[in-house]
């Protein structure tokens, strides 16, 4: 396997783990974005730039649930003070 195909498993196995933990965390969540991101620019560089493109949108939408949980978790914690 070549450095690219490396790369790609990586991103891809660190979107599944992320995934799979984002009820723990709004930190996974944030993985998840990056782990897309990285997916997003492994389908660019393999020449699958649909791929790239849904992930990179897939990256956009996870940022975006990790605004709004990290905000939540910030006003549970200012409930609780």
């Known amino acids: 396997m070549d450095a690219l195909t490396?790369?790609?498993?990586?991103?891809?196995?660190?979107?599944?783990?992320?995934?799979?933990?984002?009820?723990?965390?709004?930190?996974?969540?944030?993985?998840f974005a990056v782990a897309c991101a990285l997916g997003s620019g492994y389908g660019f560089l393999q020449g699958a730039w649909p791929f790239g493109l849904v992930e990179a949108v897939w990256a956009g939408v996870a940022l975006k649930r990790w605004r709004s949980r990290r905000r939540a978790s910030q006003d549970c914690g200012e409930a609780l003070k």
């Open 6 to 31: 490396w790369f790609g498993l990586f991103a891809v196995s660190a979107m599944l783990l992320t995934y799979s933990m984002e009820e723990r965390s709004h930190w996974f969540v944030l993985g």
